[in-house]
């Protein structure tokens, strides 16, 4: 599970007393010194990274870091093809008219190319990397092909240009109720003539592996049909993107011979294993070594991994994170990780449903070293895996927040927005004292006691069989609602997290509800439904709270003179717990797979937008110039090479623009065809 970036609060610097201050002073010194800022196009901003403690590695450790995140890289293109069918031809299309276009390149018409193909890169393919909107050329068919193919010497097939400006694949992902959620979505899982009934109906009779031990069946594998049959082209060496995944290997290969200990070894050799064989059981077998290889200062995110882009929730987008430990503040987190099972017992949950034994949580903070695929450009901030249920309960799970990356959206943000959306003075000043703090540890809870929090009932399925399209915006409304639950809890003050945990909740719970009933509006259409899952999620647990608590006016919708809206919180400790009462019904509707519950909490609350308020929000909104999403260029790691061409040093460089990064990895990981 993973969580992506939330509006302008995302980033967050815990700022804990218990630190040296003149190694703080300097390292405040040199981050100030550092241009987070990259570009700006669209409704995209550009950031970059630094890795801090990377020189500090010995020699072997560089050497890990750098075969990890080639590994990575090498499995790029996979993601595009699992996104969109034509993506690849048309990436390699667009990039051609770039490189090789001889007219005009100061004209709007060629500008406005720049910035489709910049919008393409970002979203790894031509639907939108969070709405899933197909995006529209602001240039004219005619221009395109008249003009930049015929200027170019580009060809690109009649169907792949046809996508770009009519209304075919107009969704990557449609969740939407109603719909044939399969037929309906562009993702590149399913033959496009496979309907959502079938997908349920394969999934009734297919190999789920052993009592109480389910593999997580389709995660690896693209559903076709041959001759008549429905069939998996599973993605593994010799099979659906073999020629990439051949690259994998190597590269996981060196990085095996340089492990700093036999759990790490081990792990990556299941894991060169299941790539070599596609075997589900192998992918099991690797992620409880993954698990329980704790040791060492280099730890990575590698495979098939998060399931949000399949409508039906089987299938895992193609991801990398390459991690260096940060002692110093996994140190101050491990407290949560250590109180896992305290957090259990004191749930408001049905007894039935609370674990009896949280095992082995750990909740680091690392620093990112390289990323790539559904990670890349656009980030999470946290991680919590792996994800499958059982593995989970018997094994435990890696939890960790991406330090660094929030780190440099702290040093990029601004509070103008905040100024806009809050209700007052005092909403303000909680904000900028505990918000960040805040959203950090909502951010830890959310990962180590909700994603590893309560368990399903015997004989009930996994969630995305019983749950299905709504399986994964549940599943993160749970996690987010424990973490709400316990942010106002005595505790956080107790283990030394917080100096006032009243304050701390306050700005927490202003923080959430300003967001999920307003201000993330910014980031869709006028007139379009809320679809993506977190999105949906922060929506659904909002409105609901806000209804719960009306006739009491916990929330109050506040109309002001001038006609913006705010929305403000009267009474916190009833607002707790209403979060309360909602945290113990997701956790019911998961453990007895309730469908029908599901389904009327999300359509309910969580898909349908106020109108008015959301073009309220928009002009309100239209005086800032930042732009809402923000994602990153990647550190490029360099080898240094003795005259044996022995790697001596890795050395860490910056890349000159995000375009620049992009061809690099067009020309350098482009081991897929444009049809796959």
């Known amino acids: 599970m993973k969580i992506k970036d939330i509006f302008y ?56 870091v750098y075969y990890l995140t080639q590994a990575g890289l090498a499995g790029r293109d996979i993601m595009w093809d699992q996104n969109y069918r034509h993506n690849l031809s048309i990436r390699k299309g667009l990039e051609s008219i770039n490189q090789n276009y001889k007219g005009d390149r100061e004209s709007d018409a060629f500008k ?108 690896n594998s693209k559903l076709v049909r041959e001759n008549g049959i429905l069939v998996e082209k599973v993605w593994k060496s010799g099979g659906m993107y073999g020629a990439a995944i051949d690259q994998i290997i190597g590269w996981l290969e060196k990085a095996k011979g340089v492990a700093e200990n036999e759990q790490q070894a081990t792990a990556l050799g299941l894991l060169i294993d ?61 407290v949560l990780s250590d109180n896992a099972q305290w957090f259990e017992d004191n749930a ?11 095992v082995g949580v750990s909740y680091k903070t690392v620093n990112v070293a390289g990323e790539a695929g559904d990670a890349s450009p656009s980030t999470p901030i946290g991680v919590n895996l792996p994800n499958n249920n059982w593995i989970r309960q018997q094994h435990g799970s890696k939890s960790v927040s991406l330090g660094n990356i929030t780190a440099a959206y702290n040093n990029a943000g601004g509070s103008g927005r905040l100024k806009e959306f809050a209700h007052d003075e005092e909403e303000i000043r909680l904000e900028e004292k505990y918000g960040q703090i805040a959203d950090k540890l909502h951010t830890a809870l959310h990962e180590v006691v909700g994603h590893a929090s309560g368990q399903i009932n015997k ?61 993330q509006l910014i980031r869709i259409n006028l007139g379009d439904d809320i ?48 979060f309360g009462r909602l945290l113990q019904e997701t956790q019911r509707i998961k453990s007895e797979g309730d469908f029908e519950a599901a389904k009327s909490l999300v359509e309910g609350y969580g898909v349908k937008v106020d109108q008015q308020l959301h073009k309220e929000v928009i002009e309100r909104n239209k005086q800032f110039t930042a732009a809402p999403y923000s994602g990153f260029v990647n550190p490029v790691l360099t080898p240094v090479l003795d005259a044996n061409e022995l790697i001596i040093d890795v050395l860490v460089k910056q890349p000159t623009s995000f375009e620049a990064q992009m061809l690099f990895y067009s020309n350098n990981y482009n081991f897929l065809g444009t049809e796959n």
Not at 149 to 157: A, D, F, I, M, R
Not at 542 to 557: M, R, Y
Not at 563 to 576: A, C, D, V, W
Request: hydrophobic share 40%; with cysteine; proline share 3%.
């Open 9 to 64: 609060a995302i980033a967050v610097v815990v700022l804990f007393a218990a630190c040296n201050t003149e190694k703080k002073k300097d390292a405040l010194q040199e981050t100030a010194a550092f241009n987070h800022f990259v570009t700006q196009f669209a409704d995209i901003k550009i950031l970059r990274y630094q890795i801090p403690g990377f020189a500090d590695l010995s020699l072997k450790e560089k050497e890990l």
């Open 112 to 219: 406005s190319f720049k910035t489709f193909l910049k919008r393409v890169w970002f979203s790894n393919g031509i639907h939108h990397h969070y709405s899933n909107d197909k995006l529209k050329p602001a240039f004219s068919e005619a221009y395109f092909t008249g003009e930049l193919l015929q200027n170019s010497n580009t060809e690109l097939s009649a169907e792949a240009i046809a996508v770009l400006f009519n209304d075919a694949d107009a969704k990557k992902v449609n969740k939407k109720s109603g719909n044939d959620n399969i037929l309906s979505s562009a993702i590149n899982f399913y033959a496009p003539d496979i309907t959502d009934q079938e997908v349920v109906d394969f999934y009734k009779t297919a190999d789920k592996g052993p009592k109480g031990r389910p593999i997580e069946a389709g995660l």
């Open 274 to 334: 299941y790539y070599k064989t596609g075997s589900l059981a192998t992918w099991d077998a690797y992620c409880i070594a993954w698990v329980g290889a704790t040791e060492g200062n280099i730890d990575w995110i590698n495979g098939f991994i998060e399931v949000y882009n399949d409508p039906k929730g089987y299938r895992g987008s193609y991801e990398t994170v390459v991690q260096i430990k940060d002692f110093d503040m996994s140190q101050k987190m491990k």
């Open 348 to 358: 408001p949950l049905d007894p039935s449903h609370k674990k009896k034994n949280v």
């Open 459 to 519: 004989g009930i399925g996994q969630p995305k069989e019983t749950l299905q399209n709504y399986a994964s915006t549940m599943e993160e409304g749970r996690a987010d609602l424990v973490g709400l639950y316990y942010l106002m809890d005595p505790k956080l003050q107790e283990l030394g997290l917080t100096d006032d945990y009243k304050a701390l909740g306050m700005a927490a719970f202003d923080g959430y509800i300003r967001n999920g009933l307003m201000a």
């Open 531 to 578: 679809e993506e899952d977190h999105m949906v999620n922060r929506q659904w647990v909002s409105a609901w709270a806000f209804e719960q608590g009306a006739a009491e006016n916990v929330i109050e919708k506040i109309v002001k003179e001038n006609g913006n809206t705010y929305y403000n919180i009267n009474n916190y400790e009833k607002l707790r717990v209403i």
